[in-house]
T-cell receptor
């Protein structure tokens, strides 16, 4: 079974731009969560999607948004990028909403210059 | 509010020595606790869950509700245990969704 796949692996953007990150969950998994990882704040929950609906949201500004498609693939979008958005963005998939175990992708490293 | 605290950013032990990575949590309900591990250049992966009460790679962790702790222990550390360890908590909300709240991690180095 293929693991969680995130694309692209690395991205460099300039301030003010927007970016879209993609996540393909493990086949058969229907829940996708996104996390931001930084040296200072560690791993912080962004949002969770299940059945194309956002089920839970972390404390991030509205510039951070996401969506899930009918095949469970998910995208997250960050608009009006700031230097502080530089981070590793991790996607995790679970078989169902509320499943206790999350399977993580390798992440997308976003650098904002 | 849900919170996970890992008091040690760095922990260094010698091979064969016992190791304990501390984790304390704050949660009003009945949480589910996890330890995740990230080896160098690998993805974050689940090491163990408190409800399974199993030993993985020689590691065990016991949930102590009185002390709100979930410390990770191994009696004899190995060099391959060197990694970043994250304690995480999952608690439901009204919608039934259970996000993971992570501690900031402890970097374990096992020296030869």
């Amino acid at each position: 079974k293929a693991g969680v796949t995130q694309t692209p692996r690395y991205l460099i953007k300039t301030r003010g731009q927007q970016v879209t990150l993609s996540c393909s969950p493990i086949s058969g998994h229907r829940s996708v969560s996104w996390y931001q990882q930084t040296p200072g704040q560690g791993l912080q929950f962004l949002f969770e999607y299940f059945s194309e609906t956002q089920r839970n949201k972390g404390n991030f500004p509205g510039r951070f948004s996401g969506r899930q498609f009918s095949n469970s693939r998910s995208e997250m979008n960050v608009s009006t990028l700031e230097l502080g958005d530089s981070a590793l963005y991790l996607c995790a998939s679970s078989p169902w909403q509320g499943s206790p175990e999350a399977f993580f992708g390798q992440g997308t490293r976003l650098t904002v210059v | 509010a849900q919170r996970v605290t890992q008091p040690e950013k760095l922990l260094s032990v010698f091979k064969g020595a016992p190791v304990e990575l501390k984790c304390n949590y704050s949660y009003s309900g009945s949480p589910e606790l996890f330890w995740y591990v990230q080896y160098s250049r690998q993805r974050l992966q689940l090491l163990l869950r408190h409800i399974s009460r199993e030993s993985i790679k020689g590691f065990t962790a016991d949930l102590n509700k009185g002390e709100t702790s979930f410390h990770l222990k191994k009696p004899f550390a190995q060099e391959e245990d060197s990694a970043m360890y994250y304690c995480a908590l999952s608690g439901g909300n009204q919608g039934g969704s259970e996000k993971l709240v992570f501690g900031k991690g402890t970097k374990l180095t096992v020296n030869p």
